[in-house]
């Protein structure tokens, strides 16, 4: 079965640059469209990133500019490089696949992994 494991998250200075991973079992990037989402307290879930079987990147307004979504096909594995970070990017943030774009971010069709905490203090 599918499954997302992520890492990298933790305690950073605003300014700062934290770089998350995302372990998939199961997944084939160049059929699968992969995102990452994040959830701060009291807020709903919102996309930061995506990235389609093709390559294609998206970028939530917030982060463009600042966030840059990559892939390893040969570690199995998705990144989230996050630079310039801010008070505001302090969330749990998630690793999302589904088997074609319109679905990620869904909670039936896509998979989640089970978040890492990103603290951003000023």
């Known amino acids: 079965q599918v499954q997302l494991v992520e890492s990298g998250g933790g305690l950073v200075q605003a300014g700062g640059s934290l770089r998350l991973s995302c372990a998939a079992s199961r997944i084939i990037f160049s059929i699968h469209a992969m995102g990452w989402y994040r959830q701060a307290p009291g807020k709903q879930r919102e996309l930061v990133a995506t990235?389609?079987?093709?390559?294609?990147?998206n970028y939530a307004d917030s982060v463009k500019g600042r966030f840059i979504i990559s892939r390893d096909s040969a570690q199995n594995t998705v990144y989230l490089q996050m630079n310039s970070l801010k008070p505001e990017d302090t969330a749990v943030y998630y690793c999302n696949a589904a088997d074609i774009v319109r679905e990620l971010g869904r909670n039936d069709n896509s998979y989640w992994g089970q978040g890492t905490q990103v603290t951003v203090s000023s």
């Open positions: 990235i389609t079987p093709g390559g294609s990147t």
